[in-house]
């Protein structure tokens, strides 16, 4: 039985980071990185030398030209992608340099 005062721990520990908004962007910036080398594969990951997110602008440094041009291509798909699975609109938009 819950008493009134009890709250579970998960609830407890997202207060405790969302009142934290360092610890939060650090949080949300590893979750980022983690979700591009789970989903973008080997190859992708492998050119991948920077991912890091500024102010709602994602800046991914990619090795390979051909690469380079293909994402940029389908920026706004990684974007909405990465939102969704964030759960969250963090990302605004995409710049691949």
């Known amino acids: 039985m819950q008493r009134d005062n009890e709250k579970k721990l998960g609830e407890v520990l997202r207060q405790w980071v969302a009142s934290k908004r360092r610890l939060q962007k650090e949080l949300r910036q590893r979750r980022i990185k983690r979700l591009w080398?789970?989903?973008?594969?080997?190859?992708?990951?492998?050119?991948?030398?920077?991912?890091?997110?500024?102010?709602?602008?994602?800046?991914?440094?990619?090795?390979?030209?051909?690469?380079?041009?293909?994402?940029?291509?389908?920026?706004?798909?990684?974007?909405?992608?990465?939102?969704?699975?964030?759960?969250?609109?963090v990302i605004e938009e995409v710049i691949i340099k």
């Open 37 to 89: 080398e789970e989903r973008m594969g080997p190859p992708i990951v492998k050119r991948t030398s920077s991912i890091l997110l500024v102010r709602g602008k994602l800046y991914l440094s990619i090795s390979s030209a051909p690469l380079r041009q293909e994402l940029h291509m389908q920026r706004r798909k990684i974007r909405d992608f990465l939102n969704e699975e964030l759960g969250e609109r």
